[in-house]
T-cell receptor, first 113, second 112 residues
């Protein structure tokens, strides 16, 4: 079975640009979460979506947004990129109502120059 | 002060040693406690999770939770070079904003 898949794997963007990251959850998982992991730190929660609705939001500016599609895949969008947005962006999928045991993808490494 | 504190290491041990990894936390609402392993340039991989206090064993891995002290541990017996990775503790509430709160990770190196 395919795990959580993320695309692209690597991305280089210029300050001020916009980026879209994509995630497909494990088959049968209807909930998708996004995390940002800065080098040397643990992942930080950005969003959780279930059935196309936002279920939770972390402490990130409005430049960060996300959505979930009917097939449960998801996109994370970041506008007006800053150097500090350089990080590994992780997507995790889970069953509904499950607050533990999330399965993570390998992430998208974003570099902002 | 961070909600979850974890010693960043690095921790270097010889093959076959018993490894102890620890986290402390401040949020009394945390009920689920997880340990993830992360290899370089990969996403975190779930090793174990426990609910509330107690111990849980899975092969060479044992997780312990002491809610009274707000302290969790992961023990690795008979450590192998393949165990070399960063270990992240993570915690979550029941319900709530459905987010995992991670420690900063401990880098472990097992020397052959």
């Amino acid at each position: 079975d395919a795990g959580v898949t993320q695309s692209p794997t690597h991305l280089i963007k210029t300050r001020g640009q916009h980026v879209t990251l994509r995630c497909s959850p494990i088959s049968g998982h209807k909930s998708v979460s996004w995390y940002q992991q800065v080098l040397g730190q643990g992942p930080q929660f950005i969003f959780q979506y279930y059935e196309k609705e936002e279920r939770g939001r972390g402490n990130f500016p409005d430049r960060f947004s996300a959505r979930q599609f009917p097939n449960y895949s998801s996109e994370l969008n970041v506008n007006a990129l800053l150097l500090g947005d350089s990080a590994l962006y992780l997507c995790a999928s889970s069953l509904e109502g499950q607050n533990y045991g999330y399965t993570f993808g390998s992430g998208t490494r974003l570099t902002v120059v | 002060q961070k909600e979850v504190e974890q010693d960043p290491g690095p921790l270097s041990v010889p093959e076959g040693a018993i490894v102890s990894l620890n986290c402390t936390y401040s949020n009394s609402a945390f009920q689920y406690f997880m340990w993830y392993r992360q290899y370089s340039r990969k996403g975190p991989e779930l090793l174990m999770y426990t609910y509330s206090s107690g111990n849980k064993e899975d092969g060479r891995f044992t997780a312990q939770v002491d809610k009274s002290s707000k302290y969790i541990s992961l023990f690795i017996r008979d450590s192998q070079p393949s165990d070399s990775a960063t270990y992240l503790c993570a915690m979550s509430e029941v319900g709530g904003r459905r987010a995992l709160t991670f420690g900063s990770g401990t880098r472990l190196q097992v020397q052959p």
